[in-house]
Nanobody, 126 residues
């Protein structure tokens, strides 16, 4: 399973790091993505990373501000959010599926993902 943490109330201009830890699975064999959802809207892909950690994708609106990274030694995935703005307010989920090491995972097809972690809430407010 996937255990998500790190969501918090963050002030504008501050950074935040979300974490997704593997429990019972080795994330080095899984492509993983971060999705987010706000009330009344469909869940959307934010960023994804290949099993090897070498291939990444980002939603256009977060490029240059969010960074996805895998720490396979710690069996953990992170999403570094640099100065998130109010559009980042959402419930964030990580999701994974077993994949060959370098295959680039889909960012928009959440149906491809087999395992989902619980959500963690991000709020941006002064």
């Amino acid at each position: 399973q996937l255990v998500v943490s790190g969501g918090a109330l963050v002030q504008p201009g501050r950074s935040l790091r979300l974490s997704c830890a593997g429990s019972g699975i080795s994330l080095g064999y899984y492509a993983i993505a971060w999705f987010r959802q706000t009330p009344g809207k469909e869940r959307e892909g934010v960023s994804c990373i290949s099993a090897s950690g070498t291939n990444t994708k980002y939603k256009d609106s977060v490029k240059g501000r969010f960074t996805i990274a895998k720490d396979n030694a710690k069996n953990t995935l992170h999403l570094h959010m640099n100065a998130p703005n109010p559009t980042a307010v959402a419930l964030y989920f990580c999701a994974a599926y077993p994949s060959v090491p370098t295959m680039s995972p889909p960012l928009v097809d959440e149906g491809a993902y087999d395992f989902w972690g619980q959500g963690t809430q991000v709020i941006v407010s002064s």
